[in-house]
């Protein structure tokens, strides 16, 4: 079946440094999703990519969309304890959109 | 309004039982999912309902059976609990996007079962 994989696992930083979790499909995706999900809560959406190449930001958070729509990265920068949690990507595949596929997630722990 | 629910928050049983977990949306949307979270955080999909019609069945076992009695409600039916359904099940539910694809899913707080 279609995977998605998500690296690294875990990620322990000082606050005050970045923090980057990227996201790989052996094949093109259609868009892809990212969500956090506090400790003891539930998975919160943060941002939807559609388009090759694209970039948004929120504040502190800046979401990239490969060129070939194959990868995905997060990108904290300046962490704050506020950023804890694991941060999943969820893919859709053009052959079926109603499926999301997620990654294994990077747990985010900062340190104050 | 809390926009997706789940109860029970808590569920503990003994192994065999059978037990029921309902989910609720009010967003309108007209897709809900149920996925299982496993104690190493992998979110799986098992189940999705479209307009009350099952349109994914991942590999569960036959023993988790949903019900979706309108669009608004999916509910996951678990018979004869085994150690191994020990998870935490969340409810979501999405609509479809423009020129299809999917807008944000919206997940509810989850169900933590604990089997016995």
């Known amino acids: 079946g279609q995977q998605v994989m998500q690296i690294p696992q875990y990620q322990h930083v000082q606050e005050g440094e970045d923090f980057t979790t990227y996201c790989n499909s052996s094949t093109t995706l259609s868009n892809i999703q990212w969500y956090k999900q506090r400790p003891g809560g539930h998975p919160v959406f943060l941002i939807q990519?559609?388009?090759?190449?694209e970039v948004k930001k929120q504040k502190r958070l800046t979401f990239q969309f490969g060129e070939a729509k194959k990868n995905s990265s997060l990108h904290i920068t300046a962490t704050q304890t506020t950023d804890v949690g694991t941060y999943f990507c969820a893919v859709l595949y053009t052959h079926n959109f109603n499926k999301f596929y997620f990654g294994s997630g990077t747990k985010l722990n900062v340190k104050p | 309004d809390t926009a997706v629910s789940q109860t029970p928050k808590y569920l503990v049983t003994q192994m065999g039982n059978d037990k029921s977990i309902k989910c609720e949306q009010n967003?309108?949307?007209?897709?809900m999912y149920w996925y299982k979270q496993d104690s190493k955080k992998f979110l799986k999909i098992m189940f999705s309902y479209n307009n009350k019609e099952l349109i994914i069945n991942e590999t569960v076992p036959n023993r988790f059976s949903p019900k979706s009695p309108d669009k608004a409600h999916l509910n996951l039916h678990i018979n004869s609990l085994e150690l191994g359904d020990s998870a935490v099940y969340f409810c979501?539910?999405?609509?479809?996007?423009?020129?299809?694809?999917?807008?944000?899913?919206?997940f509810g707080p989850g169900t933590r079962l604990t089997v016995l």
């Open positions: 990519l559609v388009k090759s190449g």
């Open positions: 967003l309108g949307h007209d897709t």
């Open positions: 979501a539910s999405s609509q479809e996007g423009v020129a299809g694809g999917r807008n944000e899913q919206f």
